[in-house]
């Protein structure tokens, strides 16, 4: 894919959801580094707080449980009210559970899966799509799994629901490409960001018995979202672009 020097200037408003984790903190970090106004975001009020002070200058926490629809709606009048516009969400909930084999894939996981992976795309799509459209500079990017390309029984609920968040996001692409925006060439993008797995240094000093091969470090997944941008619409929409190894 080419790159576009002038998609670089404008400082943009993007929401990171998932703002809580390691590669939360990660993303808003590298999105601030880049010149941008980050909103990062997540459930719990204190935890979010803390993720922000370690992200840096630039990022601004906001408590919002996401699969809540009209939470999402409440979210995006107070982002709005500190910012302006959306340009770019960069979701990251997700979680995972595991099994044995088909038999002992529980409606419990299920349903906290989907709500991780399903729900809380679904809504964030639906409440800022038409900001993330209308922008000339427009991202949503979501982290999916290789596992998607090979499913296997013991993880069936885990690639059922992130394959269906693919698809949520593929028709995305198709919703940006139908916008009068489109076109002029086309402004905004939808993209699936592919990993086997993330490590960050936290894990690496829990686990140094691990190798954690393939897998791909939260700080690449930061620089690769930076890059969302300085690429054009048009050859990002629709597209999954791989960073495990």
């Known amino acids: 894919m080419s790159q576009t020097p002038g998609l ?6 993007v929401l ?55 939470d999402v709606r ?3 009048d107070d982002v709005i009210r500190t910012f302006g516009a959306v340009d770019a969400v960069i979701h990251l909930v997700g979680g995972w559970r595991g099994g044995q084999g088909i038999a002992d894939q529980s409606d419990e996981d299920w349903d906290f899966l ?19 459209a209308a922008s000339p500079h427009g991202r949503f990017a979501m982290v999916s799994s290789t596992t998607v390309e090979n499913p296997t029984a013991s993880t069936a ?35 699936v960001l592919v990993v086997k797995a993330l490590v960050d240094d936290g894990l690496r000093r829990a686990h140094p018995e691990r190798k954690f091969a393939g897998a791909t470090d939260v700080a690449d997944l930061a620089a690769a979202v930076v890059r969302l941008f300085t690429v054009p619409a048009e ?7 791989r960073l495990a190894d």
């Open 74 to 76: 409440e979210l995006r």
């Open 114 to 132: 989907a709500r991780g992976a399903i729900t809380t795309l679904r809504n964030v799509s639906r409440v800022f799509f038409d900001d993330v």
């Open 157 to 191: 609920n885990y690639v059922a629901a992130k394959a269906a968040a693919e698809a949520w996001t593929m028709a995305m692409a198709d919703g940006f490409r139908r916008t009068p925006e489109a076109g002029s060439g086309g402004q905004a993008a939808a993209v």
């Open 235 to 241: 050859e990002l929409n629709g597209t999954r672009l």
């Open 8 to 13: 670089e200037g404008p400082a943009l408003t």
């Open 16 to 70: 990171v959801t998932g703002g809580s984790g390691a590669s939360g903190v990660a993303v808003a970090r590298a999105l601030a580094a880049a010149g941008h106004r980050v909103a990062t975001v997540g459930s719990d009020q204190a935890r979010i707080k803390e993720a922000a002070e370690k992200a840096g200058d630039g990022v601004t926490p906001f408590a919002c449980d996401l699969a809540v629809l009209d």
